[in-house]
C-alpha cells in the first residue's frame, strides 16, 4: 500500500478539493467528482509533482497505461462518498461556500490557512470553466488522439 492510499481521508481530500477549487473558481457540484480520482492516482499525481503540465500528464499517463481512463472513470464511482464527505467538511469549516449560480449548485473558496497544493490548483485552472461532461470529453479524447 503506498503512502497516499493510507492518507486517502477528508482530510487530505478537502485539503484537496479547497485547492482545486481556488484554481477553478466557482465549481459545478459534479465537476468535484474527477478530482480525488485525478490526484489519488500515482501517475498522474507523480507527472504533476515532477512539473509537468496537466494536458501532458494525461497524455503520458494513457501512453504508459492503455486502461488509465477507464480507471479514472471506476475511480469517479468509488470516491463519490469520499469526495461528498470532504465538501461537507469543507462547508462545516468554511472553507468553501455553495451557492446557486446559472441554474446549478457551484462552489466557492473562502480564504483560509489550508496550505496550498499547487497540483490540485493547476488542476482547477486547467479544468476552469469546464463542465463535467467537457472533462470527460477530454478524458476520452485522449485515448482516441493516441489510438490512431
Same mark, same amino acid.
Given at each position: !500500500?503506498?503512502?497516499?492510499?493510507? !492518507?486517502?481521508?477528508?482530510?487530505? $481530500?478537502?485539503?484537496?478539493?479547497?485547492?482545486?477549487? /481556488? @484554481?477553478?473558481?466557482?465549481?459545478?457540484?459534479?465537476?468535484?467528482?474527477?478530482?480525488?480520482?485525478?490526484?489519488?492516482?500515482? $501517475?498522474?499525481?507523480?507527472?504533476?509533482? +515532477? $512539473?509537468? %503540465?496537466?494536458?501532458?500528464?494525461?497524455? /503520458?499517463?494513457?501512453?504508459?497505461?492503455? *486502461?488509465? =481512463?477507464?480507471?479514472?472513470?471506476?475511480?469517479?464511482? +468509488?470516491?463519490?462518498? !469520499?469526495?461528498?464527505?470532504a465538501l461537507g467538511i469543507?462547508?462545516?469549516?468554511?472553507?468553501? *461556500?455553495? %451557492?446557486?449560480?446559472?441554474? +446549478? !449548485?457551484? @462552489? =466557492?473558496?473562502?480564504?483560509?490557512? &489550508?496550505?496550498? &497544493?499547487?497540483?490540485? =490548483?493547476?488542476? $482547477?485552472?486547467?479544468?476552469? @470553466?469546464?463542465?463535467?461532461?467537457?472533462?470527460?470529453? =477530454?478524458?476520452?479524447?485522449?485515448?482516441?488522439?493516441?489510438s490512431f
Amino acid at each position: !500500500m503506498k503512502l497516499v492510499d493510507k !492518507m486517502k481521508d477528508e482530510n487530505l $481530500g478537502l485539503a484537496i478539493l479547497y485547492n482545486f477549487t /481556488k @484554481g477553478y473558481g466557482h465549481v459545478p457540484m459534479n465537476v468535484y467528482d474527477v478530482v480525488l480520482p485525478l490526484l489519488y492516482h500515482d $501517475g498522474f499525481r507523480n507527472h504533476l509533482f +515532477e $512539473g509537468v %503540465e496537466v494536458e501532458e500528464a494525461l497524455t /503520458k499517463c494513457v501512453q504508459e497505461d492503455a *486502461s488509465f =481512463i477507464q480507471t479514472i472513470l471506476d475511480a469517479i464511482e +468509488e470516491d463519490k462518498e !469520499m469526495t461528498s464527505r470532504a465538501l461537507g467538511i469543507c462547508l462545516l469549516n468554511k472553507y468553501l *461556500s455553495f %451557492e446557486f449560480e446559472d441554474n +446549478e !449548485m457551484k @462552489g =466557492i473558496y473562502h480564504e483560509s490557512s &489550508i496550505l496550498d &497544493i499547487n497540483e490540485a =490548483i493547476n488542476l $482547477g485552472k486547467f479544468f476552469s @470553466g469546464k463542465s463535467y461532461e467537457d472533462i470527460l470529453n =477530454i478524458l476520452k479524447k485522449r485515448v482516441l488522439a493516441l489510438s490512431f
